[in-house]
């Protein structure tokens, strides 16, 4: 009978299920959607009891594919950054406020202040107290929401209220824990007076753990419930930006994980913890044993092809977006797009820029440009916006050799061509990483159960399917736009402040 682990990954659209042999390759994946609910500009929430019937039912469908299969460990993955609100009983108090909800800025600007403004909390974090961490979000609750607050008894992140509901037990990893904004990476603790000031309590936290370490096994009732075999062992697993980096392959310094989905992410594993002094990407727990994990992460990458795609299809008069011609329109435009540029910051910004009211915008418009220099813009500027994360890579001494490519965009020969030119590296893919977080999930599981002795053994074999290198005469363009592209943030600083008193004076006065 062949061994298996399971990877479970609560995305921000679906709930993504995958098992994976001793190979390291993925035998079955099932995808399960639920809703996302934005009452207000800004907000993105979720109900985690949407996120449960989701993994049962992805759980229980794999397992019935399996057949005869073992399955040996479970592993977790989730949207980092998210509040869930649990009572004295451990019900669930409201939907959860996801990592993309910008409704807290305020409230990380009076934490910063509290502590002693940005250096003081980095000196205490590392990281800056960003409106998607977690942090943010409990204030706002108390805040805004006081009633629900006083009845909060504890919050869990959401990879770790499926680890309550599978074995009963609270507990999160080091690398999601990283994400909170009350966690220091160096000591790998919480840091207690950063917990005051986000208006929550030690007493509230869970307990944390090593990605590959053991959190209990699934309940009986559970197990006999999802079709597993009881005593199924669950594992730390991580939050899903970081273990999304080592679903690529990304266990040691060298590489650099650039997921093209719906945020762009750029991310490393070091050897070492930097010292975040500008704190404009962030520094984690890595998910192997002595590694840190830095990642800085765009608001939107595909997502902004997305939204332009979806402008055309509204216009077009079709269903939904056709982003196959769409992308065959924009490979057919020059480089560079004759001189258009486009800056992707249709939700705010968390890095290059932490800008959580900045927009977006087309520069360099003229009657010469047509629907396919709109659509390479989109791409270009999406991707220079990530090679300007790449520079601040550079500051903290994290080296990038080569780049290895993931998320739904990657899967576009047009994307990788472009990505390997702006930033002038060779771009690879590699098998099982666009499973994305579910199979890094599922790795850690393994290593954990001992299936393989650390992720090194794992990546030992996993298949190369796609190698980019950069065209030097692209390459050299790219290169001559993005000292442009790259300062346009600041030049417009004025114009996005003048914008943003604009709206919100509309807003009073509705």
Known sequence: MSAVTLGVDIGTSACKTVAVDARGA??????????????????????????????SNGI???????????????????????????????QV?????????????????????????????????NNRMLPGFTGGKIRWLRDHEPELYARMARFSLPKDYLRYRLTGLFATDES??????????RTRSWVPEVVEACGAELSMLPRIVGSTEQTGTVNDDIADALGLPRGVPVFGGGGDAVIQTTSMGIVAPGDVGITLGTAGIVAASTDFCPENTNALVQVSVGNAPGSWHI????????????????????????????????????????VGSEGLLFLPYLNGERSPHVAPHATAAFLGLTRAHAAEHLARAVIEGALLNLRRILAEFDELGVPCARIVASG???????????????CDREVVTLAGSAEGG??????????????????????????ELVRVRPDPERAARYD????????????LADVQANLTALTLREELAA
């Not at 035998?27 to 019937?53: C, H, I, M, N, T």
């Not at 595909?302 to 769409?326: C, H, K, M, S, T």
Request: with cysteine.
């Open 93 to 125: 108090l409201r939907r959860a406020i996801l990592w993309n909800d910008q409704r807290c800025a305020a409230e990380c600007d009076d934490i910063t202040a509290e502590l002693g403004g940005l250096d003081a909390l980095v000196s205490l974090t």
């Open 26 to 55: 993925v035998v079955a994946s099932k995808v399960f959607d639920y809703p996302l609910y934005s009452d207000r500009p800004g907000w993105s929430e979720q109900d985690p009891l949407d996120w449960w019937r989701a993994t």
């Open 295 to 334: 990642m800085g992460v765009s608001l939107a990458a595909a997502g902004a092809f997305q939204w332009f795609g979806e402008i055309v299809a509204q216009y077009a008069g079709i269903d939904r977006p056709d982003f196959v011609g769409l992308t065959e329109l924009a490979a057919s435009a020059p």
């Open 480 to 491: 001559r736009i993005y000292r442009v592209h790259s300062r346009l943030f600041e030049q």
């Open 438 to 463: 579910a199979f890094g999930a599922a790795l850690a599981a393994g290593v954990g159960a001992g299936v393989w002795p650390g992720y090194t053994e794992v990546f030992a074999e996993v298949e």
């Open 408 to 422: 739904g965009a990657s899967q576009s020969p047009l994307w990788l061509e472009i990505l390997a030119d702006i």
């Open 176 to 185: 999601d824990a990283s994400g909170t904004g009350f966690f220091d990476p």
């Open 60 to 90: 229980a469908a794999i397992v019935e594919e399996l057949g005869e299969a073992e399955v040996v460990g479970i592993g977790l993955s989730g949207q980092m950054h998210g509040l869930v609100a649990l009572d004295g009983e451990d």
